[in-house]
């Protein structure tokens, strides 16, 4: 199940060399385990940069154990896992380099990015973790601390996959890799209300095929930047745009909405025509839009108009 998986964050000291771990375990999407340890990375020189930001020194460390010594905790949270990381390029990377770095035998694990799946999803003009936690309204106390930002990280990843049940959709979006290395062949299941799915893959190329057919007609729309009013279709007509989008980036449907003549406004008032919803719409703006009867509409629903 996509809610079994471990959060991972490391921090470092210098390059790939990491002066501390930070791992929460879910399963069923609750915290079931944590770890955290310092570690010794057995270098000359700590990066006075990472030292400013996660304020560990080599003093810290000198008299902590190495990696290939923590190694004997840490690999039950890493093998047959998924592990969850907020730019899983780095921590993968950092993991790799440490077992590299001891001739340990690289485990079997799976790997997504929470960082990559806000910038698909969230519109937000930072991706940094303590923001997307804000965008939530997840607490974080003591950000670039492993531990915190590894319970922040799986708190990130379970929104996520309560708000999109794809989990083709969340591997191919979030930078789904295997033992740090994009798979040559993929799954085909997928979760549904927590629950595994399955459907052949003629049925799973047919389905890939149309949403790459409603990605095209959207792209083809609002694709090019320098025309405006490419049609009047929408003239006169205000729109709200709000929440998650699954297929299109908030920013495209906005850019869409002012090329077809429409206009975008942030607030929903009597002027309103539309509200373009996504997930998560908040129901403060669903209450008011309904108390002034404005259609709410979905993001399909607005390329038919279009």
């Known amino acids: 199940m996509l809610n ?35 570690i010794n990375p057995m270098i000359d020189k700590f990066n006075p940069y990472t030292v400013r930001i996660h ?13 290939k010594e923590i190694w004997v905790d840490v690999k039950r949270f890493i093998e047959n896992k998924i592990i969850v990381c907020h730019q899983s390029s780095t921590d993968i990377s950092v993991l790799k ?17 929470t960082l990559k799946l806000s910038k698909s999803y969230l519109n937000l003009e930072k991706n940094n973790l303590n923001i997307v936690a804000d965008f939530f309204n997840i607490s974080q106390n ?37 033992n740090g290395r994009t798979p040559k062949k993929r799954s085909y299941n997928f979760h549904v209300d927590g629950d595994e799915t399955f459907c052949n893959v003629d049925d799973y190329l047919r389905k890939k095929e149309m949403e790459k057919q409603k990605l095209y007609s959207f792209k083809s729309i609002s694709s090019n930047i320098g025309k405006k009013n490419q ?11 709000t929440g998650i989008f699954i297929n299109f980036s908030r920013a495209d449907i906005k850019k869409s909405i002012e090329d077809n003549g429409g206009k975008v406004s942030s607030a929903i008032s009597k002027k309103t ?23 709410i509409i979905s993001e399909n629903d607005y390329l038919k108009m279009i």
């Open 231 to 241: 049609s009047n279709k929408l003239q006169e007509q205000t729109f709200v745009v």
């Open 97 to 113: 380099y440490s077992l590299e770095k001891y001739k340990i035998d690289m485990p079997n694990f799976e790997s997504i990015c």
């Open 4 to 38: 079994n998986f471990v959060a991972l964050d490391f921090e470092t000291a210098s390059g790939k060399n990491p002066c501390s771990i930070g791992i929460v375990e879910f399963e069923n999407g609750r915290i079931v385990s944590q770890y955290y340890s310092l």
């Open 55 to 67: 304020g560990i020194r080599k003093e810290d460390v000198e008299s902590k154990r190495n990696f």
């Open 273 to 295: 025509n539309y509200i373009i919803a996504g997930v998560n719409m908040g129901p403060a703006k669903k209450a008011k839009a309904e108390s002034l009867n404005i259609p």
């Open 142 to 178: 003591s950000h670039h601390n492993a531990l915190e930002d590894a319970l922040v990280c799986g708190k990130i990843f379970l929104n996520f996959i309560r708000k999109i049940n794809d989990f083709e959709q969340i591997k191919e979006v979030g930078g789904y890799y295997i």
